[in-house]
């Protein structure tokens, strides 16, 4: 009788300290998502308009057909995007340089949304090679890739982001967001991606300069996909965008250097 006693209580206290929440969200008007890129690399580059959904929809977003898009440099050039399908605008005319600044201008259901972005310089890849790790607990045996290269301004913060293929295939997930920035790099900086390649792989690195804002940008969006909506984990919120009137994403002009190397013993 007293452990059923015991057992009574503690399903009371345990039952005290429940509350069912009811979510309460908005569904408001879908918001404007931009992903456009303009880079000093041969083209075609282009701007992708998508919206949010509903929170109970069960479809990821919708592609923008119908939007108005341009862009324009500081030069007074200026042209009006083509839409290709899906949402997605090409850029035909207007070419990346080191040192230009473009401006996106959206016009989207009544709404104008607009961005700036300048295509900083980019340093040249120095130096790439490989090394052979046996396995430990945090990773897998195999030929890693490391790269050097020199801060593209001295006397200034720069800000980069790496992309890395393997045979044309570029590491695109989650964990896959590289940025730095050089702010305490001493003329030149090195570090090793953590992908374990095997023997006659190629591997191709891809270096690109960033605005502040972009490289904010990713660094917000790799938090919020890194979370694992635990207890301790921040609450979740949109990456930071440079995109005005309330949309979302990024619009963003890079400089680009790569490089490649075939692993070999």
């Keep these: 009788m007293q452990n059923i ?88 005319t207007i070419q990346g340089v080191v040192g230009r600044t473009y401006d996106l201008n959206i016009d989207y259901d009544g709404r104008t949304y607009t961005s700036r972005s300048t295509m900083l310089p980019v340093s040249e890849i120095a130096e790439m090679a490989s090394t052979f790790r046996n396995a430990t607990s945090l990773s897998d045996a195999g030929y890693y890739v490391s790269m050097a290269a020199l801060v593209s301004v001295p006397d200034k913060i720069n800000y980069y982001r790496w992309k890395v293929y393997k045979s044309d295939s570029l590491f695109s997930g989650k964990e896959d967001i590289i940025v730095a920035e050089d702010e305490y790099a001493d003329g030149s900086f090195e570090f090793e991606f953590e992908y374990p390649f095997e023997l006659n792989d190629e591997v191709k690195v891809e270096m690109s300069s960033l605005n502040k804002d972009a490289y904010e940008y990713y660094n917000g969006l790799a938090e919020v996909l890194s979370s694992d909506g635990g207890l301790f984990s921040p609450p979740p919120v949109n990456a930071p965008s440079n995109i005005s009137n309330g949309a979302l994403g990024l619009f963003q002009a890079n400089a680009v250097s790569s490089d490649v190397i075939t692993i070999t013993e």
């Design 5 to 92: 006693i015991y057992t009574f209580l503690i399903v009371c206290l345990l039952s005290s300290c429940l509350e069912v929440i009811d979510l309460k969200h908005d569904d408001n008007a879908p918001v404007l998502i931009v992903d456009g890129l303009i880079t000093d690399q041969p083209g075609p580059h282009f701007v992708k308009l998508s919206t949010t959904i509903s929170f109970n929809s069960s479809e990821r977003s919708f592609a923008v057909e119908d939007a108005t898009v341009t862009l324009s440099n500081d030069l007074g050039e200026e042209e009006q995007l083509l839409h290709i399908g899906s949402g997605t605008y090409q850029i035909t």
